[in-house]
């Protein structure tokens, strides 16, 4: 039986299991199907997405390409009336300046990923300012996460502590960067990582299925 709504993604990718976690935060039902080759250039591999990135949320409607379009999809499809806070929702500067942070610590973990990927080594000079900026956002946002997850309305869930949650744990998974001095959002992902959608989330290497007879 085919699903009626199909996440295109990877186990491995943080964008990913934003769009994993809120289906299961928002219990609506969704097959999963894995992209083996993240280098693929074809986009039918990334569920017609002609970025070639991953996730898309496949519906009997459309194709939604994104975390946060997938996720939004997802709560207008659920059922049960969890509240949530999106990032529009932010009124304030550090409210805002948290989402663009988290967001941009995952696009730039997304570069020195690929960067890895196609062979290149860490200290190259096109990724000083990537890894300076993971560090100085880590710096950021142990000096102000918490009191931005304070401020926010009141919910049961956010796109910005799922996608805050989602990035701290990938630059461990990736070893992109640690937490160590950084007891605050240590804290903060074992308080979300207690989740029943954290844990059913967790990082993992999609395997492609083994060919018969080999
Ligand atoms: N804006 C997208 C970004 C998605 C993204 O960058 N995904 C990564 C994996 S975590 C990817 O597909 N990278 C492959 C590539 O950039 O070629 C979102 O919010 O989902």
Redesign the pocket.
């Known amino acids: 039986m085919t699903a009626e709504l199909t996440l295109v993604g990877?186990s491995s990718?943080?964008?990913?299991r934003?769009v994993s976690i809120f289906a299961a935060e928002l219990g609506v039902a969704c097959g999963f199907e894995p992209v083996f080759d993240?280098?693929s250039r074809e986009a039918r591999v990334?569920g017609e997405n002609p970025?070639?990135?991953?996730?898309s949320l496949r519906t009997p409607e459309g194709t939604w390409?994104?975390?946060?379009s997938?996720s939004r999809e997802l709560a207008r499809r659920s059922t049960s009336d969890v509240p949530i806070v999106w990032p529009e929702d932010s009124t304030e500067p550090a409210g805002a300046n948290a989402q663009e942070i988290v967001?941009d610590v995952?696009?730039t973990?997304?570069v020195i990923v690929?960067a890895r990927v196609n062979g290149l080594a860490d200290d190259m000079p096109l990724l000083e300012k990537p890894f300076a900026r993971l560090h100085g956002a880590l710096a950021w946002l142990e000096a102000n996460l918490d009191a931005v997850l304070a401020s926010l309305p009141e919910r049961r869930l956010s796109f910005l502590e799922v996608s805050a949650f989602c990035m701290l744990t990938h630059l461990e998974f990736r070893e992109l960067g640690r937490l160590d001095g950084r007891p605050k959002l240590q804290a903060f992902c074992s308080r979300f990582g207690a989740r029943p959608s954290a844990q059913r989330t967790n990082y993992r290497f999609d395997q492609p299925p083994a060919r018969a007879g080999t």
Request: proline residues 4%; charged residues 10%.
């Open positions: 990877r990718s943080h964008f990913t934003i993240i280098k990334f970025l070639l990135r991953v996730p390409f994104g975390s946060l997938a967001t995952m696009n973990g997304v690929l």
